[in-house]
């Protein structure tokens, strides 16, 4: 069966300081992959999605970027963070469940606070 | 006009009762609907598919209306435990996913 792992669950970072988030897949292969981000109390923004190794497409322009170095194998990072970077950021990946259906699977997420 | 649009509640029902909320979309060529179920601070996951004659899990009813460009998500016989924020997802084209802000429901004994 397949999993998703994301980590770290929860971090505190002060400003300025660089971020990586990880996130792999186990139990597939070649799968499309997302990084959304949450604010508290809004909805889900994407941020980046990939479907293939070095191949990423980013939704908004910010200060994260986003590498997938391995198929299963999905990074966010940023340099040096702001405080509008907190958030919760959520890992998928999709299994196409018909023409144009696209059914996401989320990893448990990483809370991050930018102090 | 945003893409997907929810009310965002919260809805307050008691236990037992019927509720019902609505998504409406803005992209008439979308194909694929679904509502999905967030906990407070965890992951979404998937609560099911929406079809286009209407599907049914359970105490769970989903509807399609493409004429008007929304679909609905009827719970019965609520239980305490579907107390969460209900997300309604749409896809645009294939790998587009838009997720709608969510609708809290609140369910009281």
């Known amino acids: 069966s397949q999993t998703i792992h994301q980590w770290p669950a929860t971090l505190v970072q002060p400003v300025g300081s660089p971020l990586s988030l990880e996130c792999t897949v186990e139990?597939?292969?070649?799968?499309?992959l997302y990084w959304y981000r949450q604010a508290a109390g809004r909805g889900l923004q994407l941020l980046f999605y990939s479907v293939g190794i070095g191949q990423i497409s980013s939704e908004v322009p910010q200060n994260l970027s986003a590498s997938r170095p391995q198929d299963r194998q999905f990074i966010l990072s940023s340099k040096k963070l702001l405080l509008s970077d907190s958030g919760f950021y959520l890992c998928a990946w999709d299994v196409v469940a018909g023409p144009g259906a696209n059914v996401l699977t989320f990893g448990a997420g990483s809370r991050l606070t930018v102090l | 006009r945003k893409e997907v649009e929810q009310d965002p509640g919260p809805f307050n029902v008691p236990e037992g009762a019927t509720v019902a909320f609505n998504c409406t979309y803005s992209n008439s060529a979308s194909q694929s609907f679904f509502w999905y179920r967030q906990d407070c601070r965890k992951e979404p996951k998937l609560l099911m598919s929406v079809y286009s004659s209407g599907n049914e899990d359970g105490r769970f009813t989903a509807q399609l209306n493409r004429a008007s460009q929304y679909i609905s998500l009827l719970i019965r016989d609520s239980k305490l435990s579907d107390s969460a924020t209900y997300l309604c997802?749409?896809?645009?084209?294939?790998?587009?996913?838009?997720f709608g802000s969510g609708t809290r429901l609140s369910i009281r004994p």
């Open positions: 139990g597939t292969s070649n799968p499309n």
């Open positions: 997802v749409v896809n645009p084209s294939a790998s587009k996913i838009i």
